[in-house]
């Protein structure tokens, strides 16, 4: 090319994002999606793994030749959970860097990934945040996705074996390593992270990473960690990245077994839904998606800050009913199991968590609401809180914590046997005492209603310090993640309902009422008095700024970083001081 036809191209791509694409298969759709992306002024650098057979890529980079911001970068063998991927993104990153100096974003994305939005709108959204990085990057500790899987054993042990092609070897070298209490050395300064593989850096921090004069260092440890891709760029942006979003771009959703999604043809309005920029796995042969998406700016989504957050409920019933099945059906997908369903205590109850801390007062609009006995935390660290404030009820049961945690069971056991005639109703959270979880779970006459990760609420309205804030935020979410797995198991007999923060206030109404016709024929047929919501301005902020500490509180869902008003009352911001 001469060297006008070079200033020309390097022009082009001037405050542009370069694409990255990772190729292994169904070509013709990579073909197309590349193609996508340079017509619309983005340059892009494409890796064909080395397994694809050599005819077929000739065929495909010679069906690519007349694209002048197209170029492929050295080819590496890429397999699941080895290092190859990282060369390959490396290699892949190190050309764009080179060949596109006027590029300040690099996206990294599939073969499979599809744009769900015009272009433009991905470039201008990452024009509006030139110094930031959007990288899934959280700590071991503070990670939900680890399915049947190591967490800190893969950055302390050695994994030179493929877990798919030499099964055998590598639990058994696991399995050595473990007996002999082999453990590898973390270079120094180095925090171990996780996150999506799909990142997009800025050209500062992704050139600090690949010139890092201890990168041999660094290459020399991942290569033998297990699923270097998902640790690599998410470990060594914390040492060079100047702002972090801890967040990835692109929307890719896994199963309870830890495999992704694949998005087909009938996902077309659940795609729309989302709002986000990339999404991937799409299946080959789904046209419609690719037509929609590809051809049909018109009706491209509007712009709006990204959040998968909307499409989570849909992915979460697909994996309840995946793994619970539904009564009375068998399925090959579960074994069926009988268990005894005789009551544990003598009347229904309610059992609320979550619910105090995103309503104001809410123990006495319910008692106004429904006419039934609302309690505080009943199993609260300092005492029981009974309703109305009374250190003593029915059956002589004090309020004192001692007593009531010699054994917890017997004492919600005769608080409903003592007030029979009276819903009695009470909060929980993950700051109360947990032996009462089992019990509550096991019991059919309990019905309990959460709201996952609202104890995040008093948090937010805390005057305490941010590094205090993220330690209780990483052991509340722990605590009520092992509740959730109580009652999401598939021996709960209590009746349970939950909900995610951000699934909740996004239509709060009509899951109020269903709670209040499920406290039985004094609740209204209609809710004309809604509780006051907490004001959650900045609240999505503050999560982010949780997970660009490294902390990732996913139990709220995906909770938009710029939340909206909602549609009900507020009640004013006031410090909070959490236990």
């Known amino acids: 090319m001469s060297s006008a036809g070079q200033t020309s191209k390097e022009e082009a791509t001037k405050g542009t ?99 769900l939005r015009p272009v433009q709108e991905l470039v201008d959204y990452l024009a509006a945040r030139p110094q930031t990085d959007f990288i899934e990057s959280a700590t071991t500790a503070d990670v939900p996705w680890i399915v049947g899987g190591l967490d800190v054993e893969r950055f302390t042990l050695r994994f030179p074996f493929s877990w798919k092609k030499q099964r055998a070897l590598f639990d058994g070298y696991v399995n050595l390593q473990r007996r002999l209490r082999i453990k590898r050395r973390i270079p120094p300064g180095l925090v171990p992270h996780m996150g999506s593989q799909w990142w997009c850096l800025t050209r500062r921090t ?63 309005q659940l795609l729309r839904r989302s709002d986000c920029f990339v999404a991937r796995k799409i299946w080959p042969r789904a046209q419609r998606l690719y037509d929609a998406f590809l051809t049909d700016p018109a009706g491209a989504m509007k712009r709006t800050e990204p959040n998968p957050g909307k499409i989570d409920r849909v992915f979460s019933k697909a994996v309840e009913r995946r793994t619970r099945g539904r009564p009375g059906l068998y399925m090959q997908s579960r074994f069926p199991s009988k268990w005894s369903v005789s009551n544990v205590t003598a009347n229904p109850y309610s059992v609320f968590q979550g619910f105090a801390e995103l309503f104001v007062d809410f123990e006495s609009w319910l008692n106004r609401t429904t006419g039934s006995r609302v309690h505080g935390h009943l199993f609260a660290p300092d005492r029981a809180e009974f309703a109305d404030g009374d250190s003593m009820i029915n059956g002589a049961l004090s309020d004192t914590a001692k007593l009531r945690d010699y054994n917890p069971e017997s004492f919600l056991t005769n608080l409903i046997w003592n007030t029979r005639g009276q819903r009695q109703s009470f909060q929980f959270g993950p700051q109360d005492n947990q032996k009462i979880g089992a019990f509550i779970a096991g019991d059919p006459n309990a019905h309990v209603s959460v709201i996952s990760g609202a104890w995040a609420v008093p948090l937010f309205r805390s005057t305490q310090s941010f590094s205090e804030l993220r330690r209780i935020a990483a052991r509340l979410q722990r605590i009520e993640a092992a509740h959730l797995h109580l009652l999401r198991d598939q021996h709960t007999k209590a009746r349970v309902r939950i909900w995610t923060m951000a699934e909740f206030v996004e239509a709060p109404m009509e899951p109020l009422q269903a709670i209040l016709e499920d406290l039985g024929a004094q609740a209204p047929r209609h809710l004309n008095e809604a509780p006051t919501m907490a004001d959650l301005e900045g609240f999505g902020q503050f999560l982010q700024n949780l997970k660009n500490q490294g902390m990732h509180p996913y139990l709220m869902g995906d909770f938009p970083v710029e939340q909206g008003p909602v549609s009900m009352p507020k009640s004013p911001r006031k410090p909070y001081l959490v236990r």
């Open 17 to 115: 994002v370069g694409i990255v694409m990772l190729v292994h298969t169904a070509l013709e759709r990579a073909e197309q999606v590349a193609r996508h992306w340079a017509a619309a002024g983005c340059p892009v650098v494409i890796h064909v793994d080395r397994k694809v057979p050599q005819t077929t890529f000739k065929t495909f980079r010679d069906g690519l030749s007349d694209e002048q911001l197209i170029r492929f970068s050295p080819r590496h063998t890429c397999e699941w959970g080895t290092w190859g991927i990282v060369s390959a993104s490396q290699s892949a990153a190190e050309m764009m860097l080179r060949s596109c100096p006027g590029v300040r974003h690099v996206y990294l994305s599939s073969g499979s990934c599809l744009p």
């Open 206 to 268: 992704l050139s600090a990473i690949l010139e890092d004069p201890d990168r041999p260092i660094h290459d020399r440890y991942f290569k033998k960690v297990w699923i270097p891709d998902e640790s690599y760029f998410q470990t060594l942006a914390r040492q060079h990245s100047a702002q972090i979003e801890s967040r990835s771009l692109t929307l890719s959703k896994f199963d309870f077994e830890g495999k992704p999604h694949i998005f087909y043809d009938d996902h077309l």
